[in-house]
């Protein structure tokens, strides 16, 4: 199956710094990315849509000015939480939507800890 | 908008048992329906899908059924084994993105 990755798999960061994380597809062209968060031993919550070339489309409650999404390429988005703080803490995990039916494929996820 | 209810929320079943997870959904224009798994630490990987126009589709241990009038769909896995023991999440959407169910934590027991 298609492969997406996601980079870094873990970060530790310090209170007000900003974390870049990035979402690739190896082996297909994704027009559309999704980014989402998991708080521990909930579900995934859809925090934005990344289309490639234009702004990407915010749900109702995340501030697209804390969360950048950048999707510059067919195979790239970049998820930028700035001036992070503790309760920004969490798995956050990137899904790409290659040319197949509406199928997704799941980064590994990244595990953002604010300290 | 679309909202997805999965239950049961934990499950433990012997070794070799079968188990099966149950989602619901509203939006009757919903058409896609996929299963996921989650291990620890880990993004969900995709174990099997159906779409609305079919019935049931199986693949070795894992099927999954889908009843269109009453809106709700299963996840049914055969003969368990304790590398089976993750989350489970089903989805469904109309078109991407997809919603998600609150996940099913199953415990296989050898």
Redesign the interface.
């Known amino acids: 199956?298609a492969v997406?990755s996601?980079h870094p798999s873990w970060v530790i960061c310090k209170s007000g710094t900003s974390v870049k994380i990035e979402c690739r597809s190896l082996d297909f062209q994704a027009t559309?990315m999704?980014w989402y968060r998991q708080f521990p031993k909930?579900?995934?919550m859809?925090m934005a849509?990344s289309n490639e070339g234009s702004k990407a489309t915010y749900e109702q409650g995340v501030e697209k000015d804390k969360f950048l999404i950048n999707h510059a390429s067919l195979t790239l988005s970049t998820l930028t939480v700035t001036s992070a703080h503790p309760e920004d803490s969490s798995f956050y995990?990137c899904s790409a939507?290659s040319e197949g039916?509406?199928?997704?494929?799941?980064?590994?996820?990244s595990?953002l800890t604010v300290l | 908008g679309e909202n997805v209810e999965q239950h049961p929320s934990t499950l433990s079943v012997q070794e070799g048992d079968s188990a099966v997870i149950k989602c619901t959904y509203s939006d009757s224009a919903s058409n896609?329906f996929?299963w996921?798994k989650q291990e620890l630490?880990?993004?969900?990987?995709?174990i099997i899908?159906i779409?609305s126009n079919v019935g049931e589709k199986k693949d070795q241990r894992i099927a999954v059924t889908l009843n269109k009038t009453a809106k709700h769909f299963s996840l049914h896995i055969t003969e368990t084994q304790p590398e089976d023991s993750a989350v489970y999440?089903c989805a469904a959407?109309i078109?991407?993105?997809?919603?998600?169910?609150?996940?099913t934590r199953l415990s296989v027991i050898a």
């Open positions: 199956g997406v996601q559309t999704f909930q579900s995934l859809l849509t995990i939507k039916p509406r199928e997704l494929f799941f980064g590994e996820g595990r | 896609y996929p996921y630490g880990k993004g969900p990987q995709l899908d779409r999440f959407s078109y991407t993105p997809l919603v998600f169910g609150k996940g």
